[in-house]
């Protein structure tokens, strides 16, 4: 009988080893790759435009790649081979003025989603909003407010 039992825990710990070297490669690891592949992109970035540093980088998906890194004076749009393709003091980005425009005009209440991006070749903020079983997709200037595009799926 104690051969049995010895059996049923070898059986029962190889499981668990199996589901959770699953996970990890499954689910944490390309999490890792995503991260390191936007630090490689910001080392890149920085690197082959001459700046010093970003106080925020992120990637932005779009129809194509971006990269969005912002300083204390400027906001920089990279595209997917690092080169800046545009840049835009930081004191022209109404992050005030597109809160007031999305609690006006969509009523947006919860600003935790919005996202600085690049549409249409334009600076934007992207705001997603969940209504229940819509999700609405709202893009704005990000210097103007000014509607770039809006979408929502699930109706």
């Given at each position: 009988?104690?051969?049995?039992?010895?059996?049923?825990?070898?059986i029962t710990l190889?499981?668990?080893?199996?589901?959770?070297?699953?996970?990890?490669?499954?689910?944490?690891?390309?999490?890792?790759?995503?991260e390191n592949k936007v630090l490689n992109?910001?080392?890149?970035?920085?690197?082959?435009?001459?700046?010093?540093?970003?106080?925020?980088?992120?990637?932005y998906?779009?129809?194509?790649?971006?990269y969005i890194g912002q300083d204390e004076e400027n906001v920089y749009v990279f595209n997917s081979d690092y080169l800046?393709?545009?840049?835009?003091?930081?004191?022209t980005i109404q992050?005030?003025?597109?809160k007031e425009r999305l609690a006006a005009d969509y009523n947006v209440t919860d600003f935790s989603t919005l996202e600085l991006g690049y549409e249409n070749k334009m600076i934007s903020y992207l705001c997603r909003q969940n209504?229940?079983?819509?999700?609405q997709?709202?893009?704005?200037?990000?210097?103007?407010?000014?509607?770039?595009?809006?979408?929502e799926l699930g109706k």
């Open positions: 009988m104690k051969k049995g039992k010895f059996y049923v825990l070898l190889s499981v668990i080893l199996i589901f959770i070297s699953g996970f990890i490669y499954f689910f944490h690891e390309p999490y890792n790759r995503a992109a910001k080392k890149e970035a920085l690197a082959m435009n001459k700046i010093e540093s970003f106080t925020e980088f992120a990637q998906n779009s129809q194509d790649i971006y800046m393709v545009k840049k835009e003091p930081l004191e992050l005030d003025l597109i209504l229940g079983n819509v999700t997709y709202i893009y704005l200037n990000a210097q103007d407010g000014s509607e770039i595009k809006f979408y």
